[in-house]
């Protein structure tokens, strides 16, 4: 490593990248690139959509978070140079040069090939597609009058949800509450539709039992209709076509929402470094990328065996490797040996529609309000840095976490 204040360069600004930052502040020459302007608490997403939190609670600006040792530079990272050891910004002049290299710059939506899928259904991963589902949701409302027939109102406020996964059930619960609030606030008549449809046998797949019967629960008492074994074939504007027992049927829908997969980002298919068959990058169990000992690549685009398949793919992780990662830079500049680390489970919290939750906390499940309860209080301690979370515990604790109803266009926070 050079003398001088090592360059350290943190592309991504998520889970993995915020929180090494965070951590690596003081330690050499810091630079965080990212293509967003904040940080994102990805598990509230939820919470956002149904206005029980509000955006500076889940997505803080870094330049709330980062102090003068890390140097922010806007923009997504076009092409990495391994031989020059140089990153080149998107809309920027000069390239950066590293010493060293985070990669974390996670995933983006899959929509696996499903014709029409990218173009018509709603992706679940920024802020900006929660606006936009919840003012689809609003504008669906908005053309039903209070006189028409049930089954056409039903019809006009059909929304599906791809995938019964952790997001598939705690969205579907949120739009299924929020949808039967706004029913009562308007006086519609009968009732809205939500669907997940899911292509595996069951729901939530990678949780256990005890959980799982409480999730079903839940998505029973918002109603929401749970189609197992069933493939989305294609997405148009307002159908989904969909498969169950070699037969394919269509349904009218005022919106699709996708959070059927992940896939990692596409910067990283022009990087020419060792990775697994989904394009995962391999690292070594101190997170340094293989053959590369000063690139250290984290979160959900890296493959860490200790941690698969349970932890893989989650920001728990995500934030936990971002400590052993900043532990080890410090090693490498240091001179001293690098370490390798087991990481934890941390524990589950599944949002349950707007007045319930499922949380999974040494070994023991429990759901319902209380569980809703533990869940704010849990996130509220894995937000970035002490300030943002006094700020943020404070707001919930005085203001309240209520959900914002549907109000027709025009009276709603996002207009
Ligand atoms: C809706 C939702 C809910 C979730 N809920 C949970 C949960 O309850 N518990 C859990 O453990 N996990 C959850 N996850 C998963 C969790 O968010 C991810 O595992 C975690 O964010 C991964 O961290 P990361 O740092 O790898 O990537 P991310 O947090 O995704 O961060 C990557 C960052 O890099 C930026 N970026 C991407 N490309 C570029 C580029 N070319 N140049 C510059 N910047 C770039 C992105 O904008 C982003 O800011 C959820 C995910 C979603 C979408």
Same mark, same amino acid.
């Given at each position: 490593?050079?003398?001088?204040?090592?360059?350290?360069?943190?592309?991504?600004?998520g889970f993995g990248?915020?929180f090494?930052?965070?951590?690596?502040?003081?330690?050499?020459?810091?630079?965080?690139?990212?293509?967003? *302007?904040?940080?994102l608490f990805t598990p509230?997403?939820?919470?956002?959509?149904?206005?029980?939190?509000?955006? &500076?609670? @889940?997505?803080?600006?870094?330049?709330?978070?980062? *102090?003068?040792?890390? %140097?922010?530079?806007?923009?997504?990272?076009?092409?990495?140079?391994?031989?020059?050891?140089?990153?080149?910004?998107?809309?920027? #002049?000069?390239?950066?040069?590293?010493?060293?290299?985070?990669?974390?710059?996670g995933?983006?939506?899959?929509?696996?090939?499903?014709?029409?899928? +990218?173009?018509?259904?709603?992706?679940?991963?920024?802020?900006?597609?929660?606006?936009?589902?919840? %003012?689809?949701?609003?504008?669906?409302?908005?053309?039903?009058?209070?006189?028409?027939?049930?089954?056409?109102?039903?019809?006009?406020?059909?929304?599906?949800?791809?995938?019964?996964?952790?997001?598939?059930?705690?969205?579907?619960?949120?739009?299924?509450?929020?949808?039967?609030?706004?029913?009562?606030?308007?006086?519609?008549?009968?009732?809205?539709?939500?669907?997940?449809? +899911?292509?595996?046998?069951?729901?939530?797949? #990678?949780?256990?039992?005890?959980?799982?019967? @409480?999730?079903?629960?839940?998505?029973?008492?918002?109603?929401? +209709?749970?189609?197992?074994?069933?493939?989305?074939?294609?997405?148009?504007?307002?159908?989904?076509?969909?498969?169950?027992?070699?037969?394919?049927?269509?349904?009218?829908?005022?919106?699709?929402?996708?959070?059927?997969?992940?896939?990692?980002?596409?910067?990283?298919?022009?990087?020419?470094?060792?990775?697994?068959?989904?394009?995962?990058?391999?690292?070594?169990?101190? !997170?340094?990328?293989?053959?590369?000992?000063?690139?250290?690549?984290?979160g959900d685009?890296?493959?860490? +065996? *200790?941690?698969?398949?349970?932890?893989?793919g989650t920001g728990q992780l995500a934030l936990q490797?971002?400590? !052993?990662?900043?532990?080890?830079?410090?090693?490498?500049?240091?001179?001293?040996? !690098?370490?390798?680390?087991?990481?934890?489970?941390m524990?589950?919290?599944?949002?349950?529609?707007?007045?319930?939750?499922?949380?999974?906390? #040494?070994?023991?499940?429990?759901?319902?309000?209380?569980?809703?309860?533990?869940?704010?209080?849990?996130?509220?301690?894995r937000?970035?840095? &002490?300030?943002?979370?006094? %700020?943020?515990?404070?707001? &919930?604790?005085?203001?309240?976490?209520?959900?914002?109803?549907?109000?027709?266009?025009?009276?709603?926070?996002?207009?």
């Amino acid at each position: 490593m050079p003398a001088a204040k090592p360059r350290i360069v943190i592309v991504g600004g998520g889970f993995g990248g915020l929180f090494t930052a965070l951590d690596l502040a003081a330690a050499g020459s810091v630079t965080l690139i990212s293509d967003e *302007d904040h940080f994102l608490f990805t598990p509230m997403l939820y919470e956002y959509l149904s206005g029980e939190v509000e955006e &500076w609670h @889940i997505a803080p600006k870094y330049r709330e978070l980062l *102090d003068e040792n890390v %140097k922010l530079v806007r923009g997504a990272a076009a092409n990495i140079d391994l031989t020059q050891k140089r990153v080149t910004v998107e809309g920027s #002049g000069e390239p950066i040069d590293y010493d060293i290299l985070v990669l974390a710059v996670g995933g983006v939506t899959n929509y696996a090939g499903v014709p029409g899928a +990218e173009e018509f259904a709603i992706p679940f991963r920024k802020i900006a597609h929660a606006n936009l589902l919840r %003012k689809r949701m609003v504008t669906a409302l908005d053309h039903v009058p209070p006189n028409l027939p049930p089954q056409d109102t039903r019809r006009a406020l059909t929304f599906a949800v791809t995938g019964a996964g952790a997001s598939g059930v705690e969205l579907s619960t949120k739009m299924a509450d929020l949808l039967r609030d706004a029913f009562e606030r308007r006086a519609l008549t009968g009732e809205p539709r939500v669907l997940v449809i +899911e292509m595996g046998e069951k729901i939530v797949p #990678g949780m256990g039992d005890a959980i799982r019967e @409480i999730v079903t629960q839940a998505l029973t008492e918002s109603r929401v +209709e749970v189609h197992t074994l069933t493939r989305v074939v294609r997405i148009t504007q307002n159908v989904v076509t969909v498969e169950h027992n070699g037969a394919q049927s269509e349904i009218e829908t005022a919106a699709v929402v996708w959070t059927g997969g992940v896939r990692v980002s596409p910067l990283l298919d022009r990087l020419a470094i060792e990775k697994t068959d989904r394009g995962l990058i391999l690292v070594e169990p101190t !997170l340094q990328v293989r053959g590369h000992e000063n690139i250290f690549a984290l979160g959900d685009i890296a493959y860490y +065996e *200790d941690a698969t398949p349970t932890l893989a793919g989650t920001g728990q992780l995500a934030l936990q490797e971002a400590g !052993l990662a900043a532990r080890n830079i410090r090693a490498l500049i240091d001179g001293e040996p !690098l370490e390798t680390k087991h990481f934890e489970e941390m524990g589950e919290a599944v949002s349950l529609g707007t007045e319930r939750a499922a949380v999974l906390a #040494g070994g023991k499940a429990f759901g319902g309000p209380l569980a809703r309860q533990a869940r704010f209080a849990l996130y509220t301690a894995r937000l970035p840095t &002490w300030h943002h979370r006094l %700020k943020v515990g404070a707001s &919930w604790f005085f203001e309240g976490t209520a959900p914002s109803p549907l109000l027709p266009l025009g009276i709603q926070r996002d207009t």
